[in-house]
């Protein structure tokens, strides 16, 4: 059993297949920048109701309100829900493409 278990995950490393991660649900990493993003609003804007949106767009604000939250399954709703194509998500992560190779 032992030896099977170093096989998957030599032959995972190799075809870079994760392991023990859900599919079908958006990424976390946004999920977190958005309870960054939350934090930092509450702080600029000071003093204001609770449940006051924050964001103009009143889609992206219930995203961000569920992460702000911290329920993680309001979250995957207001995103459109499990087993959605990364595409159609509201929000994902903005990944930058550099020139040169990073060291």
Known sequence: L???AEHVSAW???HRVQQFRFF???GRQAYR???LLA???ARVQGERKAGAPVLDNPRLDAVL???DAGCF????MKQGG???PRKHHLVRTAYELNDEPSA
């Open 2 to 4: 032992r030896d099977s």
């Open 73 to 76: 399954a309001t979250y995957i």
């Open 33 to 35: 920048e958005l309870r």
């Open 39 to 41: 934090g930092q609003a």
């Open 82 to 84: 499990v087993l959605v």
């Open 65 to 67: 309100a569920a992460a």
């Open 12 to 14: 995972a490393s190799l």
């Open 24 to 26: 079908g649900i958006p």
